[in-house]
């Protein structure tokens, strides 16, 4: 079984809708990231949460939400999606502390289309 | 803030060609470095990672040494094949708490038979 899973794996829904991406990991890891991926632009960092009771807005956090339910457990939410949210998101997990020197451990991905 | 710079793709080399693709960053510190690869419809792994200067990563054919005088970690095989034909991301982590990644915008790979 995939360590970090991700559902759904694709979704096309229609401006002004809320829409939930689900995460959970099998690591063990106390930090999980969402990310959005657009061409040409790499990845780009939406929420990440240290812990349960943790959560931090990255570059992109406007139009988002998240959901840390259990340690295995980070959702993101679009709460009215629109056009421009059109992109791949892949959540990731990494260890916490002095662990792992950074290293992140990443989803298969959701395509996410806004009509 | 930090960044990461990759060279623009795409890429299309023939099959055991030798391949290079060039990554700089700018970061405060002494960031830990990484290589991460996309196959098509997949998510990110990763390919190989350095946390310090003259160290150099290596996995499945493919190296990067991280170059603190030219803050650089160029990717480089020396013989590539059909089935290396991927995305590839260079990104960087600070050693503050946060420990967030800045990745590239990625270099598309085709190796062509």
């Known amino acids: 079984d995939a360590d970090v899973t991700q559902t759904p794996r694709n979704r096309i829904t229609k401006t002004g809708k809320r829409i939930m991406l689900e995460c959970s990991q099998t690591?063990?890891?106390?930090?999980m990231y969402w990310y959005r991926q657009d061409p040409g632009l790499g990845l780009r960092l939406i929420y990440y949460?240290?812990?349960?009771?943790?959560?931090n807005k990255g570059e992109i956090s406007d139009g988002y939400s998240v959901s840390r339910q259990a340690q295995a457990k980070f959702s993101l939410s679009l709460e009215s999606a629109i056009p421009n949210q059109t992109a791949l998101y892949f959540c990731a997990t990494g260890p916490g502390g002095g662990l792992g020197l950074g290293e992140q451990f990443f989803g298969p991905g959701t395509r996410l289309t806004v009509l | 803030g930090d960044s990461v710079t990759q060279m623009e793709g795409p890429v299309t080399l023939s099959e055991e060609a030798f391949l290079t693709i060039n990554c700089t960053y700018t970061?405060?510190?002494?960031?830990?470095l990484f290589w991460y690869v996309q196959y098509p419809g997949e998510g990110l792994q990763l390919l190989l990672k350095?946390?310090?200067?003259?160290d150099k990563g290596s996995n499945k054919g493919f190296e990067a040494t991280y170059r603190k005088e030219t803050t650089s970690f160029h990717l480089e095989k020396g013989s590539v094949q059909v089935s290396d034909s991927a995305v590839y991301f260079c990104a960087l982590s600070d050693r503050s708490s946060a420990r967030q990644l800045t990745f590239g915008s990625g270099t598309q790979l085709t190796v062509l038979p």
């Open positions: 949460s240290f812990d349960v009771k943790d959560i």
């Open positions: 690591k063990g890891h106390d930090r």
């Open positions: 350095a946390t310090k200067a003259d």
């Open positions: 970061a405060t510190g002494y960031p830990s």
